[in-house]
């Protein structure tokens, strides 16, 4: 089923003007500050991480029901990442030490130079949206901006 689905993911990009990126973001879902699912991304690796024509993943790494980095050797050399790796489900902020900590992490399986760093979904998948205000938003926000300039800057 899972070569089946990526044949037509492939299929529908296949004709695409050449300036036109493409990103796949793999969501577990964001309604009211819960998730709908839960497991690492070993099962989808070869798929969508090797083999989807896409430029750019967006995976969601805010918890530990996303698993670990290990998967990400498997992502293709014409691709980026984009760690998800703030939440958007929780005002808290992050630790900004931990964060860049795991953006390392995660560089052991892709360069530097691919990895990018965003919240792990949307502030409102849904019309209810999170349970977070505008200015907990804009404090994510400002989180993600500080430490990519302290990583890449």
């Known amino acids: 089923m899972k070569a089946q689905l990526l044949e037509v993911n492939n299929l529908a990009l296949e004709g695409k003007p050449a300036d036109m990126i493409i990103n796949t973001h793999i969501c577990r879902g964001n309604y009211n500050s819960a998730f709908f699912c839960s497991g690492?991304?070993?099962?989808?690796?070869?798929?969508?991480?090797?083999?989807?024509?896409?430029d750019a993943l967006f995976l969601e790494y805010d918890d530990e029901r996303s698993g670990g980095f290990a998967p990400l050797a498997k992502v293709s050399p014409d691709k980026k990442v984009v760690l998800g790796l703030i939440t958007t489900k929780t005002p808290k902020l992050e630790d900004k030490a931990s964060v860049i900590a795991r953006i390392h992490e995660a560089a052991k399986y892709v360069p530097l130079d691919r990895l990018y760093l965003s919240p792990q979904c949307g502030f409102a998948s849904?019309?209810?949206?999170?349970?977070?205000?505008?200015?907990?938003?804009?404090?994510?926000?400002?989180?993600?901006?500080?430490?990519?300039?302290?990583?890449?800057?």
Do not use: H, M
């Open 40 to 54: 690492p991304y070993d099962s989808v690796a070869d798929y969508v991480f090797a083999r989807e024509n896409v």
């Open 126 to 153: 849904c019309e209810i949206g999170n349970k977070l205000t505008e200015e907990e938003q804009w404090a994510k926000l400002k989180l993600v901006k500080e430490i990519a300039e302290e990583v890449w800057g």
